[in-house]
């Protein structure tokens, strides 16, 4: 079973991260998901979601909710140092921040690790896996800026919530499936929920 870790954090556009989950465990990976204080915040405030605050029955609440085998989702709490993502020899090559507040992003472009994201984050950096951050923020200062530039050229991937228009959306499923499927394609994982160029 393929292994990605999943973090959502506080910042806007919730969606993109619960939609992402959906996917991915219909592609049939392991899921190793990881929520932030402001992501359970942006979650109910937006979509009005309500997900146990507490990791094991998050977790619970979670695989019942989407009817995926146990061993697919794994929740763990932001100092869940001993959890497999933490660590080189076990954490899953690919990650994905989506959406990635700009805090976030600026504690993993300077190395710090106060926190399970910040920390898995950098133990796929540092093992030459595949970070992708999907930051959702306007305008970006000249620090994110910077920081995201740092992040590039250590090897993260940037994609920006940023739908394209090309497919004629009607609907904002239609704009979040789009960015959903560019971050599936990041991850080599075959998506059929929204069109590519010229198709």
């Known amino acids: 079973m393929r292994a990605i870790t999943l973090a959502i954090t506080g910042a806007s556009g919730a969606i993109y991260g619960v939609r992402?989950?959906?996917?991915l465990l219909q592609a049939g990976c392991q899921v190793h998901l990881l929520l932030s204080s402001a992501a359970n915040v942006v979650l109910a405030t937006e979509l009005e979601l309500t997900w146990p605050a507490e990791p094991q029955a998050c977790q619970q609440f979670l695989i019942q909710h989407y009817g995926c085998d146990e061993q697919q989702l794994r929740v763990y709490g932001k100092e869940d140092w001993f959890s497999p993502v933490a660590s080189g020899s076990a954490a899953p090559k690919q990650m994905v921040i989506c959406p990635c507040s700009m805090g976030t992003l600026a504690a993993i472009a300077h190395g710090m690790s106060d926190n399970l994201i910040e920390r898995a984050?950098?133990?796929v950096l540092k093992e030459r896996g595949h970070l992708l951050l999907v930051p959702r923020e306007t305008p970006y200062s000249a620090i994110h800026l910077e920081n995201m530039l740092k992040l590039t050229q250590l090897g993260?991937?940037?994609?920006?919530a940023s739908p394209g228009f090309y497919h004629?959306?009607?609907t904002i499923d239609e704009l979040v499936n789009f960015m959903v499927a560019r971050i599936l394609d990041h991850l080599q994982i075959q998506q059929t929920i929204a069109p590519r160029w010229a198709q």
């Open 121 to 123: 984050a950098d133990v």
């Open 156 to 160: 993260a991937t940037l994609l920006p």
């Open 168 to 170: 004629k959306p009607t």
């Open 20 to 23: 992402l989950l959906e996917q």
